[in-house]
Every structure is written in C-alpha cells, then in structure tokens.
C-alpha cells in the first residue's frame, strides 16, 4: 500500500508525529508530489539512517549546480520575484562549492566562537529582564512576549541592527520563511518577495553606515572580511544577514514555544529543571529533537545512481529528508517516543550536517540555554492557560502564540 501523507491537512500540521511515525515504519522512503507552483514529485526519507547519512553525501546538493538558479527554486507565478531571488542566489543555505566554501570561509572568519560566546551577557541579561516582565505580568504570551523580543534582540545586538528595528526584522522574516513551505501560495509568494525587496534595502542602507563609521559588530565585520578568497561582495553579504536573522529567529522562537509547551505537558520533565537536577543547556537538545523547528530539508540529487531508502534515484531527482520521522526514529533512538530533558543526545538532525550544518548553531545553542535558564529561574510554577495552537504550516513548525499564566 503507497504511503501518503497530506502535507496541508489542518491535523496532520497540528500534530505531524503519528502519519510521521507511520510512513517510517512502513519504508525508509516513499515518494509523493510536492506543490509550489508546480508539482514536483519528491523521495521523502523517515529514518535517522537514511537522513543522516544523506545530510552529508556530496552526491545530494541544495543545487544542482554551485549555484541556484530561479528554474530550481521551482515556482512558476507569473509576476516579477527578482528581490526574493537576489537573497536566495548568494545564501550559504542555496549553494555548493566551490562559492558555498569561499564565502563560509568568509563568514566564518568574523562569525566566530568567540564572537558568539560573547554575546552570552547580553542574552542573559535579555532573557531575565523578559521573563521577569512576564512574572509579574501574570498571564502571558511566551512568543510575543517572550520569545519573539529576546530572539531579535540578540541577533540584532550580534549583527549591530538598531533594536528599534526589531518589529520590520520580524514583519519580513514571518513573510520570507512562507516560501520555504511545500504549498506556498501567489499571494504569499508575493508578500514574501516585497519583504526581500524591503529586506535588501534595509541591508544596504546599513551597510553604507558601517562603512563609513566601523563599529565592533557582524555587520561591519562582513563589510571588512578578508581572506586569500578576496572579500564579500554586497550580495553576499546582503544573503549572509538575511539567513542568519530568519534562520535565527525562526529557529529560536519555534524551539521555545514548541519546547516549553512540552515541558508544561510532561509537569515531570518540567520539575527536573526547576529542582536543578537537569540543566538547561542538555534540556535543550531534547527539545530540539522530540520537536523540532524545521520539519524538512531538500536536496537535489547530484548524478545518477545514488540509492536511499530502496530507491535509485537519477541525476536531477529531488531527496526530501523528514527531520521530526528522524528524530523520533526507535532504531537510532531509546524510547524515542518519550520526552526526556536528560537525554542530552546530540546526534539529532535538527541542526544539518556536512556541507549545510547549520552556521548558528552554536548562537542558538546559547540563546536556548540562557532563554530556558531564564525561565525556569522566574516561572517555575508556570502553566498553560490552554492548549496552543500550530502555524497552519509544516517545514516551518511552530505555534501561534503559546499563552501561559503564573496562577
């Protein structure tokens, strides 16, 4: 019997993980037709074997080439998208090398640990103004009010972005990231690309400043990188900022909401981090695992012969791995099932591996575990007011608002 899953019914997106669950334990692979604009038939891969090892095979490639071009984005509206395409071209989440190694070498050399590292003040210092905000406000949203205002104020402070910008960041991002899901309409097609329009703009005009007056930020570490490769050109840059402030806050604000409604689901859990018998920084990876923020991750197969799942695919095929199947599969995983904030396992495929391992990693990394710490220390009688409700969208895997109240 074929395996089907209807990636835009209303259930399935409230709670992916059975029709998940199922399709993995039916075949490591199925194939189905995917929509944007065009219907595109896809291999979607279940298993943590199979997505694991596809997250590093050099045969699969986010591009057919070292860079994308707008046939392989794949959308076919009749108006004009050139913005959102001029900030897909040069993003290091679009490429191959050799362009994907030259300008991560760049980015790298200024985006550093120790960079990151140092931003651990100033989000700590963020997440427990927030929170205690939220305390003694009673009731609360843990997105808009919590989740959401920490998350850009960080990257903000990271970038050098003026924090009062903060609601723009937020406006463009939301309407972005709705291209990266598997049923995006024209009207969110087009909002998406007035927003990269805005986006770039907004870029550019800071960039001029930071020439012109450098400041110890990322911005103007960018503006100035240099390697035996040369320097960044505006595109460049311009892609670099626009992925790290959406994949950044996207992958935040969704790992809180979808991890402390767990944790308020499973009181035990919740009680391990408010008695100090798990900290935050390996409740983290569990929440990350069992819930993950980004559902799916597609790849482009590479040349002909390559065999995932139990089925050879050719040269121009296209791989969808299934990040929330994976996480959850039994065979890699004990109790996979389960919700256990002391697993601290690692291995999750959240973050991507090989070429395309997520670069913020360890920036979100930080923000989760200060952000947690945070919360735990002000709320630790904290509940839900009532169940939340999910983003009627699957790749990008969040709630709406998650309300919460201290009686």
Known sequence: MPIVIDFSDPA????????????????????????RGVGQDVWFLTRWAEVSAAQRDRRLGRVLGPRITREELGFTWDFDWTPYFAIEEWSLLMLEPPDH????????????PRRVEGMRPLARQA???????CRERGTFDLLADFAQPYSVAVIAALLGAPVGDAPLLLDWSHRIVKMYELDTTAEQARAAVAAADEFGAW????????????????????CQARTDDGMLADAEIIATIVLLLNAGHEATVNTLGNGVTALLEHPDQWARL???????????????????PLQLFERWVLEDGVTYGGRTLARGDKVAMLFGAANRDPRHFARADAFDVGRDDRTHVTFGAGTHHCIGAPLARLELDEALAALVAAMPQVSLVEPPVRHPTFVIHGFQSVPLTMA
Do not use: H, N, W
């Open 203 to 222: 870029c550019r005009d800071l960039m001029a400043q930071r020439r012109s007056a450098p400041r110890d930020d990322l911005i103007t570490g960018l």
């Open 12 to 35: 399935f997106q409230a709670d992916p993980y059975p029709a998940l669950a199922a399709a993995r334990e039916a075949a490591p692979g199925f194939l189905a037709r995917k929509t």
């Open 127 to 133: 997440a427990g103004q927030l929170a205690e905000q």
């Open 274 to 292: 408010t008695a100090g018998e798990v900290p935050a920084r390996a409740a983290i990876e569990e929440l990350m695992r069992f819930d993950p």
């Open 101 to 112: 190694t030259r300008i991560r070498r760049l980015v790298s050399k200024e985006f550093t």
